[in-house]
């Protein structure tokens, strides 16, 4: 597990500890699937893939699948992992891929492309014309409890966090729903809900859910700073998120279906 002040190396991500820390994430994206409903044989693309987990299970559905990813860590081991499948490397703000997909899924990712416009064009120019996409990120108010004592006890120690540096995207519905109109996809389902979420090594449970996701919060702190902010945070946090041995991020996500307009 990892130690107070372990953080994911640079800006890129730690795939060995996403695969050993964070099946939740895929867990909780599995049943995403069913509101993608892929059929046999469907082209759908899994953006954000990460190591592919959920990618394979498109596959095992029977669609004909590919992942991209921007992280060429994340994208390394899902080749490790799934062999047979494709995985191709791209940002989900800028990517062009030459024959159109019936459906774009994405779990956990989209919260981390704050070009949010950029990606919902992306992803309509990557469907045909009645094409879906299914998709669940952070929504608005997702890990608010976690955020706030992060930013306050980094600017106590001295490092306020500038504001580009705040890593994501938690739009509203009313505001996400608008952004995938503008750019010619339907929405015709979409639910905002909390959900706390279990962490994984019991006691690190919220030390090693900050290195793997937090780490942009930390890239000009200290190291023994970092390790003091940590132990602030698992304090002040202790009353409201850990409960008989097990840590839980207040998350609360958006999850929506949208369909590309025949004449988008
Ligand atoms: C929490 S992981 C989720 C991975 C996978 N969808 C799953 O359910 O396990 C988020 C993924 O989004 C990817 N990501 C973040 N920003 C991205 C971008 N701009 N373009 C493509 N992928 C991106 C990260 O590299 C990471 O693999």
């Known amino acids: 597990m990892a130690l107070p002040g372990e953080r994911t190396p640079g800006a890129g991500w730690d795939a060995e500890l996403y695969d050993r820390a964070a099946a939740f994430v895929w867990q909780h994206g599995s049943d995403l699937i069913d509101l993608l409903a892929p059929q046999p044989g469907e ?6 893939c990460g190591t ?5 299970e498109l596959a095992a559905r029977g669609a004909s699948v590919v992942g991209l990813d921007n992280d060429p860590a994340m994208i390394e081991q899902a080749r490790l992992s799934y062999p047979a499948l494709e995985f191709v490397h791209g940002d989900a703000a800028s990517f062009r891929l030459a024959e159109p997909f019936d459906a774009v899924f994405s779990n956990a990712a989209l919260h981390w492309v704050t ?4 990606a919902a064009a992306c992803i309509a120019a990557a469907l045909r014309p009645g094409g879906r996409f299914v998709a669940e990120l952070g929504g608005k108010g997702n ?12 600017a106590e120690a001295g490092y306020p966090l500038a504001p580009e540096r705040f890593p994501w995207y938690f739009p509203s519905i009313g505001e996400y729903a608008a ?8 929405p015709v389902y979409a639910a905002l809900f909390n959900r706390p979420t279990r962490l994984e090594g019991g006691e690190a449970g919220l030390r090693t859910w900050l290195a793997l996701f937090a780490g942009r919060f930390f890239e000009v702190v200290p190291d023994e700073v970092h390790v003091e902010v940590v ?12 409960r008989d041995g097990v840590w839980f991020a207040d998350y ?11 004449n988008g």
């Open 179 to 186: 952004l995938l109109e503008a750019h010619g996809l339907e």
């Open 115 to 118: 070009r949010a416009a950029e």
């Open 52 to 56: 592919g987990h959920l990618t394979a």
């Open 252 to 262: 609360r996500r958006l999850r929506i279906l949208a369909v590309k307009r025949a």
């Open 231 to 242: 132990r602030l945070l698992e304090e002040r946090l202790r009353p409201q998120l850990f």
């Open 43 to 48: 082209r759908v693309l899994d953006l954000g």
């Open 143 to 154: 890990v608010q409890a976690i955020a706030s004592a992060l930013t306050a006890a980094l």
